[in-house]
């Protein structure tokens, strides 16, 4: 690692992820690809997970990931479980781990677990020695960012951290495309004077590839929230095109080809639109 903190005086910025899962694994990929003097690190507890990311065979499939993977690793993107000393390393360390359905308590059945962002958030306060900032990229409830930020702010350092919201909005399958060519990316920050500074060094990031009106700076809270309702939007539109289904049971009327109809007018659009079982994210 001494060389490596050698050579890091090199880097524009230094970007940690916590999570080497569904999200953070093609999320950072494609952030070293797009911006080669950005040193990308993603970390995780398990040793099997972090060798299969360091091998040809990766731990998920996506069309493309692969590729980028094997052009970017030990140039700007590396693979680790030493977390401590990569988020020590870092100026943007990432949560991106997953946040389970609760299984008991309050919510238990429909609410998300957070435990597992907030021992992040512990692990990162208990050994920064500089200040960070803190991005939440798993889906969370809102105001999870106060959960976070609390917990970071126990540390009796003197340590700085700003905490960021920046929910990704990939599709299982495309997630290459959708990192590569996003309709918006969304950061969302505290509107302090700090908190304004920590979301535009994030935006200096995702400016390498995303044009500059494709990335909205929020509030904390809008930024969480558009996520979920973003994700409840597309819930409803599959539910409504399913009890139209039923309608033309009834009627003698075809689903598919009213949903064809219906997804050629540019306010409703053809996606989201095909009777199914259900839907994840």
Request: proline letters at 4%; a neutral charge.
């Amino acid at each position: 690692t001494h060389q490596n903190l050698k050579m890091s005086d090199d880097w524009d910025v230094k970007i940690c992820c916590m999570g080497a899962g569904y999200v953070g694994g093609p999320t950072m990929a494609v952030i070293a690809k797009m911006c080669p003097k950005v040193r990308v690190c993603v970390t995780d507890l398990s040793q099997k997970q972090i060798d299969a990311w360091k091998s040809d065979n990766l731990p998920i499939y996506e069309p493309g990931l692969l590729e980028v993977v094997q052009e970017c690793r030990g140039r700007n993107l590396f693979f680790s479980t030493d977390i401590e000393a990569e988020i020590e390393m870092a100026d943007i360390v990432f949560i991106s781990v997953n946040t389970p359905t609760k299984t008991k308590g309050i919510g238990a059945g429909r609410a998300a677990n957070i435990k597992n962002c907030e021992l992040c958030a512990r692990t990162i306060a208990q050994v920064s020695t500089s200040d960070k900032i803190v991005v939440e990229k798993s889906t969370v409830p809102v105001r999870t960012a106060q959960a976070i930020t609390r917990v970071l702010k126990s540390n009796e350092k003197g340590i700085n951290f700003q905490v960021l919201s920046n929910p990704e909005f990939l599709a299982e399958g495309t997630a290459i495309s959708d990192l590569t060519k996003p309709d918006r990316v969304l950061i969302g920050g505290q509107q302090t004077p700090e908190g304004i500074a920590a979301a535009e060094k994030l935006v200096s990031v995702y400016a390498n590839w995303v044009p500059r009106e494709q990335i909205l700076t929020t509030n904390l809270w809008s930024s969480e929230c558009s996520k979920l309702v973003a994700n409840a939007f597309l819930a409803q539109r599959v539910s409504s095109i399913n009890s139209i289904s039923a309608l033309c049971e009834a009627t003698g009327a075809d689903v598919s080809e009213i949903s064809r109809a219906v997804g050629m007018d540019d306010r409703i659009g053809k996606r989201f639109l095909n009777a199914s079982v259900g839907f994840g994210g």
